[in-house]
């Protein structure tokens, strides 16, 4: 940049010579500054520096193969500047040329070894063919000349993350929050890593961490809960989830969550109660009303799980589960013919649903309609020659046709 400055410095004197008296010292020097600009090493930066500046307005515009040729332009009048290689290394890659793009980047780096930018296109060319061990070396030369740059590590971090490294990722993000102690998504995203890693301890701490920081952070609020739930610490996760409900009444997935733990623990009661609340919060979503239902029919009170299946009817509720579901009812209280009526719905709902198209079949032949039942059956197993359950329960009808 040097060369950039002397010349908009040698053009602000130009400026001022014109407005001078032209007295015998003035007139040596003008003497001496034409016989300086006018030289080829002059003309060569000004040609440079005036295709550069096109190339970065080209860039403003978006106009990428605009801006590549004035950066070439550029460097065919002077070639040892760091920069115009790094604007044309970028516009490679933006490109999709990433050859060039290296070429270009290496160039840039051999002119200005210290400068960061350079290292961090390449190590994403990098990242982009699959060599991500030569990324992280990229990464690692950027990080000599910066060891606490915080756009490297976080770059960085997010390739360990790729690569499934991930100790390595919290070892970069521990790093970074050494320097940045105040980012709750860093402590939310270091919680998951550790997570993953199944390190619950450090991941609950972290998590409580990023939560100190933002308290209303509903992610890390309800990560919290489910370590708590892994680790089996229900109280500790019935009261996460609480807390995330009292921040975010309309959250689902906290009711949701609710609900599971107080099934597991027995309490079919207030299992219900929190399906119920996610009916009201929306009472057209199948989900819920299946829940009720499971729970019912685990508990064998099958007229209440047959009613909770016909409130989602009378709520608008059409998803071909529910009728599934009271297709299998009917058959457990041996009302044949109605749960033809409902596996015939859910098997037109969804035609593709071998399921659905095997407990029609099955339903017309308890209905005494073994004919239909076996070209039914027929159908399913020419379009799903695999199917063993099908296959199974034709091969039994045929031998019983003898």
């Not at 509903?218 to 019935?238: C, D, N, R, T, W």
């Not at 499971?294 to 799980?305: P, T």
């Amino acid at each position: 940049m040097r060369f950039f400055l002397f010349l908009i410095l040698l053009c602000c004197a130009f400026s001022f010579t014109s407005a001078i008296s032209k007295d015998s010292s003035l007139l040596l020097r003008e003497k001496i500054d034409k016989d300086r600009t006018s030289g080829k090493e002059f003309n060569d930066e000004s040609n440079a520096l005036a295709h550069y500046l096109m190339g970065i307005l080209y860039d403003n515009m978006m106009d990428i193969p605009r801006a590549i040729e004035e950066y070439e332009k550029a460097l065919s009048y002077k070639n040892d500047v760091s920069d115009i290689y790094l604007k044309l290394g970028a516009d490679f890659v933006l490109k999709g040329d990433f050859d060039k793009a290296k070429e270009t980047l290496d160039k840039a780096v051999s002119l200005s070894p210290a400068d960061i930018q350079p290292y961090l296109l390449l190590a994403l060319i990098h990242t982009a063919k699959g060599e991500y061990a030569l990324a992280e070396g990229e990464y690692g030369k950027a990080l000599e000349y910066e060891p606490g740059n915080l756009k490297i590590l976080t770059f960085l971090s997010d390739l360990f993350i790729a690569e499934q490294k991930l100790d390595k990722a919290a070892e970069t993000y521990e790093k970074i929050l050494e320097i940045r102690k105040d980012d709750a998504f860093l402590y939310f995203n270091l919680g998951l890593i550790y997570s993953k890693l199944n390190k619950m301890d450090k991941a609950e701490e972290t998590l409580k961490k990023a939560i100190e920081v933002e308290k209303d952070y509903l992610e890390a609020q309800m990560l919290l809960g489910l370590i708590y739930e892994i680790e089996g610490k229900f109280p500790e996760a019935i009261g996460q989830y609480e807390k995330v409900s009292e921040i975010a009444p309309l959250n689902k997935e906290a009711n949701v969550r609710l609900g599971q733990i107080y099934y597991k623990l027995g309490d079919t009661e207030r299992a219900v109660e929190y399906n119920r609340i996610l009916i009201q919060l929306d009472v057209t979503s199948p989900e819920p009303y299946l829940r009720i239902f499971s729970i019912y029919v685990v508990e064998k009170q099958f007229d209440k799980a047959e009613e909770i299946l016909k409130e989602a009817l009378r709520s608008g509720v059409s998803d071909a589960v529910i009728y599934a579901s009271l297709g299998y009812l009917a058959s457990i209280k041996r009302n044949t013919k109605e749960a033809v009526e409902y596996y015939t719905v859910a098997a037109e709902k969804e035609p593709e649903n071998k399921i659905f198209r095997f407990y029609f079949a099955a339903a017309l032949d308890s209905d005494k309609r073994r004919k239909e039942a076996i070209k039914t059956l027929e159908e399913i197993v020419e379009k799903f020659p695999d199917f063993a359950e099908a296959l199974n329960y034709l091969g039994y009808v045929y031998v019983e046709e003898g």
